[in-house]
């Protein structure tokens, strides 16, 4: 089974919602920088194994693949994507998933539900970030993990957006990754590991584009 987003993987699911960028994985350079800033992430979970793993913003069901290979009982959560299809899709590649649809800011899981929460380009589009993290925070058992990613959100990032075919970014990207990485303390979670994807420019330091962090909640 995959435990990285590959290119080969990407191919074999179709685009499952209005927001499901998954399209953009499969193009030449963009393609490369979109599986990579995940596989930054999932790279940070080598070595580990978890009972119970959700994955909120499973999108087209790709990085449900990966955390098969991690976790025992794997579930997902997803704003606009049906689920429907995904499960069966998932299913003919041997993947058994339990994928509901609803919002991070009411995660109808109980508490301690799950040793890994794993969380991509969501937390940007959310206005109460803060309230997300709490549900984090309250689904995971103590001692389990939060493995979060986010893009960069500056003038850079958005006329890259724009230059792909992403309008009106700005209204979408309206938290930043430094905002939520301050308020990790707050909510009793604190960082274990963390990787930036940086995109190479000549004769400068590398631009970052992309964060992940794997986070511990406290007892």
Same mark, same amino acid.
Request: charged share 20%.
């Given at each position: ?10 191919? $074999? ?21 979109? $599986? ?10 080598? /070595? ?6 959700? &994955? *909120?913003?499973? /999108? ?39 994928? $509901? ?12 539900? %799950?040793?890994?929460?794993?969380? %991509?380009?969501?937390? &940007?589009?959310?206005?109460?970030? =803060?309230?997300?993290? &709490? =549900?984090?925070?309250? +689904?995971?058992?103590?001692? /389990? ?20 075919? %992403?309008? #009106?970014? #700005? ?13 990790? /303390?707050?909510?009793?979670?604190? *960082? &274990? ?25 406290? +007892?």
């Amino acid at each position: 089974m995959d435990s990285e987003i590959t290119l080969d993987l990407v191919q $074999r699911f179709p685009t499952s919602g209005p927001t499901d960028p998954i399209a953009y994985y499969r193009r030449p350079l963009t393609g490369w920088l979109f $599986r990579e800033r995940i596989n930054l992430g999932l790279r940070m979970l080598r /070595g580990l194994r978890f009972a119970s793993a959700l &994955e *909120v913003g499973y /999108g087209a069901g790709a990085v449900q693949v990966p955390l098969h290979a991690i976790a025992d009982d794997v579930h997902g959560i997803d704003l606009d994507a049906d689920p429907v299809p995904v499960t069966a899709l998932l299913s003919t590649l041997g993947v058994k998933s339990t994928l $509901r649809q609803g919002s991070v800011y009411e995660l109808p899981y109980d508490d301690g539900a %799950f040793d890994l929460v794993v969380s %991509f380009s969501v937390f &940007e589009h959310l206005h109460d970030f =803060e309230r997300a993290l &709490e =549900e984090v925070r309250r +689904t995971l058992r103590p001692g /389990g993990r939060f493995l979060l990613g986010m893009p960069a959100v500056n003038k850079m990032m958005g006329a890259s957006f724009h230059a792909i075919g %992403f309008r #009106d970014i #700005d209204h979408h990207h309206v938290t930043t990754p430094q905002q939520v990485q301050a308020r990790f /303390g707050a909510h009793g979670l604190r *960082v &274990e590991r963390s990787a930036r994807l940086n995109l190479p420019v000549p004769s400068a330091p590398g631009v970052p584009v992309y964060y992940d962090w794997l986070l511990r909640r406290g +007892t």
